[in-house]
């Protein structure tokens, strides 16, 4: 249970864009809000986070948290702010903004500094993760093993799955008249930054024998990035340029996912892989490799199908199966939003209180 008094709580982030991290914060904050409490952000100048946060009505401060010369101004004023603000809590999710916003908490005696990892990448020093803030939340028990392999003591770590949040019921399906596709076209959609560490070559690799036999399958990579220019290279080089669809970057996923038969993502490293829950709160089947947060993210062999890393052929194989059997394809889906949605692991109202009983835990701790 949760105390009484609302908390005053600073989340901190470094990044400039607005990507997956940036989006789990926006909704966290937005659900803390909902659920009572004062919540603000600490961001870069510029930073897209900022506009957005300000779009809904939070009050957003702004500090220069990049290393070098210029660091310990920043972190005092960083001090100064939180000392006048009063914040019970300050949430930083990114190292550098844990360096200086979080040593900033720690210097003005903050009664609780939290680091949010949401990462899966190795971890090289514990400064970020354990000298500077005093407790630790992570989107999977993946995350929490590596950080307690590390030398994190477990009690300090809490594991809170990332919120998810879909319209209920979905927008109006669009997808299909964008691209001039029928009913009986079979959709697999995959949404994500393009970048390498995502593999949609791999996907588009395990995709291609199963679109050149079906000229009624399509893929669509929904987002942006580096890799793109690359990825439709690739796409044409195999002659499938008018079955692999780049829609770019969209701010109307819910409505994509409406109109998509399978979800499929060969990363090969999520801290938690946040986008295999929504697919399942879409009422989507699923399809991925076997590592790090990933299958806890949804149910296997009953929400979804994963594979060994870079097995590009049980790949296929899994695509296959879902693609020729529409019926697996609706009870698999139907176990995605019950695994998600209906047994309330991810939902935003869930996440908050779970956030919010950890805080109210750590500062009983603390303040013992």
Not at 10 to 35: C, K, S, V
Not at 102 to 110: C, E, M, S, Y
């Amino acid at each position: 249970m949760t105390s009484a008094r609302p908390l005053n709580i600073l989340f901190t982030e470094h990044a400039q864009g607005y990507g997956g991290q940036e989006h789990y914060i926006h909704r966290l904050m937005l659900t803390l809000r909902e659920q009572g409490q004062q919540v603000e952000a600490l961001c870069m100048p510029g930073a897209e986070l900022v506009s957005r946060l300000q779009d809904d009505g939070f009050e957003v401060h702004t500090a220069d948290m990049r290393k070098g010369i210029r660091s310990w101004p920043a972190i005092f004023s960083m001090r100064r702010l939180m000392r006048e603000r009063g914040y019970d809590v300050v949430n930083t999710n990114s190292r550098q903004d844990t360096l200086r916003a979080g040593l900033a908490a720690r210097l003005a005696r903050v009664p609780l500094v939290v680091r949010t990892r949401h990462l899966a990448k190795p971890i090289n020093s514990l400064l970020a993760y354990s000298m500077i803030p005093q407790r630790l939340i992570t989107p999977s028990e993946y995350v929490r093993q590596m950080l307690i392999h590390k030398g994190v003591p477990p009690e300090h770590i809490q594991v809170i799955g990332p919120p998810v949040n879909l319209p209920t019921p979905l927008p109006s399906a669009i997808l299909r008249q964008e691209l001039a596709l029928s009913e009986s076209d079979v959709i697999v959609g995959s949404v994500a930054v393009l970048r390498k560490d995502k593999h949609m070559d791999e996907l588009i690799q395990a995709m291609a024998p199963l679109l050149k036999q079906q000229a009624s399958l399509h893929l669509v990579i929904v987002g942006d990035g580096a890799q793109r220019p690359y990825l439709q290279q690739q796409a044409a080089d195999l002659g499938l340029n008018a079955q692999v669809h780049f829609l770019g970057r969209r701010d109307d996923v819910p409505a994509l996912l409406g109109d998509f038969d399978i979800f499929a993502l060969a990363s090969h490293t999520e801290a938690s892989g946040t986008v295999f829950a929504e697919a399942g709160a879409a009422r989507l089947p699923t399809v991925g490799y076997a590592v790090t947060g990933i299958p806890e993210m949804i149910n296997p062999g009953v929400s979804g199908l994963l594979v060994p890393l870079q097995d590009i052929a049980a790949f296929t194989e899994a695509l296959a199966t879902l693609i020729h059997n529409p019926e697996l394809r609706a009870q698999m889906g139907a176990a995605g939003y019950q695994f998600v949605v209906a047994d309330q692991r991810f939902t935003l109202d869930r996440v908050g209180q779970l956030t919010l009983n950890s805080y109210h835990n750590w500062l009983r701790e603390l303040n013992k």
